[in-house]
């Protein structure tokens, strides 16, 4: 601790001892944020299945929080402790990583801090990820007939797909893609597919109840397919989608 005096020594000692009894004090009066009473007791209901699943959503986060405060506040008293403990044995102010002194400018910031700025773990990113993700990696693992050469059928993937049109409460910070900031681009790979067909023809290309007199239906899709450049013109005059609308309102 040579590179700290008897002076600022002192200040930092009293600090840390005030800042010991205003956690201790804190955590008394809200009885550890309420958490040594149940859910049902602070809520006051007879049950936690209510007639309103917002209602216990919202007693849920609250919930939440005391936890994490008070498991703040309790981590900041354990190093508030162990500082003093370092400060009687006279070893207060060395990073307990790599021995090096640290600044007091650092320790007037932070006094319960026992690492220097190189080394102290909050400063380093985690990349743990939920146990849950082993399970449903690749997405759809259990009911995508993706990763099968001969299924081309219909999976699990088309099923959210056709579900997820209709509007999910996510938002692009949860998307499993890190590049996406737009809400248009949530789909997943913003699928185009035809429910229903494994080709695009299927869709336009139609017969009658014997499977006979093979006919084409000039909609939307048989437009992109010739436009694509994917099939040959029919010998029928062409028609446009203008006309094929005003055919389809007629019915």
Request: hydrophobic share 30%.
């Amino acid at each position: 601790m040579s590179h700290i005096n008897a002076e600022q020594l002192q200040s930092l000692k009293l600090r840390l001892q005030q800042m010991k009894q205003d956690y201790e004090q804190r955590l008394h009066q809200s009885d550890h944020y309420g958490l040594a009473e149940s859910l049902r007791e602070q809520t006051g209901e007879l049950s936690g299945i209510d007639n309103h699943p917002a209602d216990l959503a919202t007693e849920l986060y609250e919930r939440e929080k005391d936890i994490a405060l008070n498991e703040h506040h309790e981590i900041e008293l354990e190093r508030i402790d162990t500082s003093l403990k370092h400060i009687d044995q006279g070893t207060y102010g060395t990073c307990v990583v790599c021995g090096q002194s640290i600044p007091y400018d650092r320790l007037d910031a932070v006094p319960s801090t026992m690492y220097c700025i190189d080394h102290c773990p909050e400063t380093f990113i985690s990349n743990r990820r939920p146990v849950e993700e082993q399970f449903l990696t690749p997405p759809f693992g259990r009911t995508s007939l993706d990763e099968h050469d001969d299924q081309n059928g219909f999976d699990g993937e088309d099923a959210w797909q056709i579900v997820e049109a209709w509007g999910t409460s996510d938002t692009p910070a949860m998307h499993e893609q890190t590049d996406v900031d737009s809400y248009d681009q949530l789909y997943i790979e913003a699928s185009e597919e035809l429910d229903g067909c494994v080709e695009a023809f299927e869709s336009f290309v139609a017969t009658d109840m014997t499977g006979r007199h093979v006919t084409v239906v000039r909609n939307r899709q048989y437009e992109r397919y010739i436009a694509a450049g994917e099939g040959v013109p029919l010998l029928e005059e062409e028609r446009s989608l203008t006309e094929l609308d005003e055919d389809w309102r007629s019915y």
